[in-house]
């Protein structure tokens, strides 16, 4: 849906993602990246730092998140 454009169908599948799968980090990651298109920076780093409060992470995850929220600093400021 992302790529034919449809970014709101997106953001519904996604969220039902990660209320289905709160340990499926790519689609907090995808999510943060559709927000952030959208100039949505704020929601975009809630998202993340949610998905960095969840247990049982592993290295590369808190990895790729806080990536993640760096990159978002970029924009946000």
């Known amino acids: 849906m992302l790529r034919s454009g449809n970014a709101s ?3 519904e599948i996604l969220v039902n993602v ?8 790519e689609s907090y990651l995808l ?11 704020k929601k975009a780093r809630e998202i993340l730092m949610k998905a960095l409060e969840l247990n ?7 990895k790729a998140l806080s990536e993640k929220l760096q990159q978002l600093e970029k924009y946000a400021n």
């Open 31 to 41: 999510m943060a990246d559709i927000l952030t298109n959208a100039g949505e920076y």
């Open 56 to 62: 049982g992470l592993s290295n590369e995850q808190q």
């Open 9 to 11: 169908g997106s953001k």
């Open 18 to 25: 990660i209320s289905d799968f709160p340990q499926y980090i």
